[in-house]
């Protein structure tokens, strides 16, 4: 059955450092999303990404972060200079209509 | 402030146990969806809703949208259910908004 990937599983950053966090969504899928889940509290969306673009973005989702398709495959999140409070399980979801989505297994970042 | 609120917040039944858990919104939604997350993290859809009900195995979700409600209930429940399920909504404006979770555990 397709699944969708991430890579790293794990990431240990400095602070002040930039990650970049991958995702292979499934492959006939058009809708892209990014989620975070600070260790103990709820999940937050970050961004859905549409069409090479995005469609939507929270609060969370400021400056430091952008997305990118680059190669039609993998989708993803780079954060440019990683603070403390970055610390956290991102998880990508694809979905083929907008509705249903699957999620990745999350990366885990901790940031020192 | 939550724009979505769980209840119960931890439950605990003994294997076979018939289990329901609620879910109530505050904003005006697209879709309403009920994720079960594994103790590793790794998430799951079990549903999604925009009316009326779905059922899926032992798995029954239901949603009254005047009342802003939706309710998740496990028939003939088993201890690998045990899991925290989580209600996310898709607003109007198509942010996604989530509950902080129900921890269920199943006992033998």
């Known amino acids: 059955e397709p699944e969708v990937t991430q890579t790293p599983s794990h990431q240990v950053t400095q602070m002040g450092q930039e990650v970049i966090l991958r995702c292979v969504p499934i492959s006939n899928h058009l809708y892209f999303y990014w989620y975070r889940q600070i260790l103990g509290q709820k999940v937050e969306f970050l961004v859905s990404?549409?069409?090479?673009?995005?469609?939507?973005k929270s609060e969370i989702f400021d400056d430091q972060f952008s997305v990118e398709r680059p190669d039609g495959s993998n989708f993803t999140l780079k954060i440019r200079s990683t603070k403390l409070e970055d610390s956290a399980m991102y998880f990508c979801?694809?979905?083929?209509?907008?509705?249903?989505?699957?999620f990745g297994p999350g990366t885990r970042l901790l940031v020192l | 402030k939550n724009e979505v609120e769980q209840s119960p917040q931890n439950l605990t039944a003994q294997e076979g146990e018939f289990i329901t858990i609620n879910c109530s919104y505050s904003v005006g939604i697209s879709a309403l969806h009920w994720l079960q997350q594994h103790p590793g993290g790794g998430i799951v859809s079990l549903f999604m809703?925009?009316?009326g009900k779905k059922k899926h195995g032992r798995l029954i979700a239901t949603i009254n949208i005047q009342e802003k409600h939706s309710s998740l209930h496990i028939t003939a429940s088993h201890p690998r259910d045990s899991a925290v399920y989580i209600c996310a909504v898709r607003s109007l404006g198509n942010q996604f908004y989530f509950g902080t979770g129900t921890s269920l555990t199943v006992i033998p």
């Open positions: 990404f549409y069409n090479n673009e995005i469609s939507e």
């Open positions: 979801a694809s979905s083929e209509s907008g509705e249903t989505q699957y």
């Open positions: 809703l925009s009316s």
